[in-house]
């Protein structure tokens, strides 16, 4: 028995205590079929456009005068993963890995981090100008390199919390939903318009699955353009 709203969101099935919940990370990849590598299918092609798309984009974000050739691929991997697990928690009795902060976080800090080190150590100037924005009066420098600094350790967090944030909301107002349904089975109007309503709401957290990953990846990209 559920005994808080929240508990859906609990990875607590085991087995010889080891969650298996966190095995839905990798269950995208059941979900693509063998022909999908051997064949230019519909799916593959439509797949194809979506993933070249995507890198024309990040690479005009990145800086495509510098030697950048192949990072791009690292932000599209990173949006498919992150659309494949925003994707499995909609389906039911799906552990939805995407809405805890031990997921975002094994994400977002990796990344912020390699990019700081890289930066620091490759273009110490560059970073140290990034403190101070051109056109600040000297007398609030010591200020701007306060709040820019809090604003570039806070990014990982901000990135994390944002992906997990949207996550939680939308499960939540279908898990709402959801239990609703045996209080009004008695009036049909209400049950149709309950039952419109999911759906709906079910079609706004798809496009939502998709945003979110996006925007998960194109602010990795503009992090890592930032330290070259």
């Known amino acids: 028995m559920m005994t808080n709203l929240f508990s859906s ?31 230019p299918n519909r ?6 456009k979506i993933t070249l798309t995507l890198h024309n984009e990040f690479n005009i974000l990145i800086n495509p005068n510098k030697k950048n050739k192949g990072i791009t ?11 494949f697990n925003n994707f499995l928690g909609l389906f039911p009795y799906i552990f939805t890995s995407s809405s805890h902060l031990t997921f975002t976080l094994s994400l977002a800090l990796p990344l ?4 700081m080190i890289y930066g620091w150590i490759n273009n110490t100037e560059h970073m140290f100008a990034h403190l101070v924005p051109q056109g600040t009066p000297p007398i609030l420098m ?6 820019e600094t809090i604003s570039n350790v806070i990014r990982p967090g901000t990135l994390a919390v944002r992906l997990t944030a949207n996550m939680i909301a939308g499960h939540l107002l279908l898990t709402l939903l959801g239990n609703t349904g045996n209080m009004v089975m008695s009036s049909v109007i209400f049950l149709q318009v309950l039952i ?3 759906i709906l709401l079910l079609i706004l957290e798809i496009a939502v699955s998709i945003i979110q990953s996006y925007v998960f990846a194109v602010l990795a990209t503009l992090y890592s353009s930032e330290v070259n």
Not at 73 to 81: A, G
Not at 112 to 115: A, K, R
Not at 142 to 147: A, D, G, R, T
């Open 43 to 48: 799916t593959s092609i439509m797949w194809t």
């Open 196 to 198: 419109t309503t999911q």
């Open 9 to 39: 969101f609990e990875p607590s099935s085991n087995i010889f205590s080891m969650p298996l919940n966190w095995l839905s990370t990798i269950l995208g990849l059941m979900f693509i079929p063998v022909l999908y590598w051997l064949l």
């Open 112 to 115: 912020w981090f390699s990019f």
């Open 142 to 147: 010591p200020f701007m390199v306060c709040i």
């Open 73 to 83: 691929f690292t932000f599209v991997s990173l949006f498919s993963f992150i659309l």
